[in-house]
């Protein structure tokens, strides 16, 4: 297929460095020159900066920008590029961002966390398919299948609620990571002693119900400990953590206790 990109960032870089494998790249489309032609370079394709330069001979154009840009990235469309496939590739933006003018249009969402400095396995990643037309959610699931062997065709709701998971399984427990390395680091304790034990918390997450696999001192309801954390907590001055502690072991508390 040929295929093109409104977006240099790092869902546009990962799927556009991995879809040259079997596609063609044709443009990479920024209004930063140089972000462009970064990203073209490495895909070999033609580095642009308006939207009026986009080819209209291509079959697919991901807009793979920021949520709150979305919707003004398609108002300043071309007419030209009205035929062709417009996917958006966010996990919390419905189709009908798109409006009602528009018929070839679609998401394409990868359900993972994007780094510049991490490659990602393409073959695990779910891909989270939904089209306005059949027929594109056919196109759709080949261009998928190319990346993927895990394709799922989810509804925009389907696909919002498991953005909104993601943020819990993700974004808010490497929050806590973060917490615990800033914890360590005031004590000079060296945060890597943590990496067995995080790993193994994941892989128990992936083979069990999570709810089964519950330890810690919330959970065996042991008052004595969650006092001395908070001691500790007062002495380092982070009352910012302590009120997540206290939010998170009173809810720990509620689920396994109903108290």
Known sequence: MKISFIGSGRVASHLAQTLKNDHQIVQ????????????????????????????????????????????????????????????????????????????????????????????????STPLLIEA????????LKLLAESLSNKVFCYDSTQRLSLHLAAVFACNFSNYCYDAAAQLLDGAQVDFELLYPLILETANKATQHLPQLMQTGPAVRQDHNILSLHQQLLAQAQRPDLSE????????????HHGE
């Open 244 to 255: 997540l502690y206290q939010l998170m072991s009173q809810a720990i508390v509620k689920r």
């Open 132 to 139: 306005k037309q059949t027929q594109d959610l056919d196109l």
């Open 28 to 123: 990479i489309m920024s209004p930063t020159l140089t972000n462009a032609e970064h990203l073209a370079q490495t895909v070999g394709a033609e580095a642009i900066t308006t939207l009026a330069q986009l080819d209209a001979a291509v079959d697919v154009v991901f807009i793979a920008v920021s949520d709150q840009a979305i919707s003004s990235v398609i108002a300043a469309l071309p007419a030209h590029m009205c035929n062709v496939l417009l996917l958006h590739t966010s996990g919390s933006t419905s189709i009908q961002v798109f409006g009602p003018n528009l018929s070839r249009v679609g998401v394409f969402y990868p359900l993972q966390s994007f780094s510049f400095e991490r490659t990602v396995d393409w073959l």
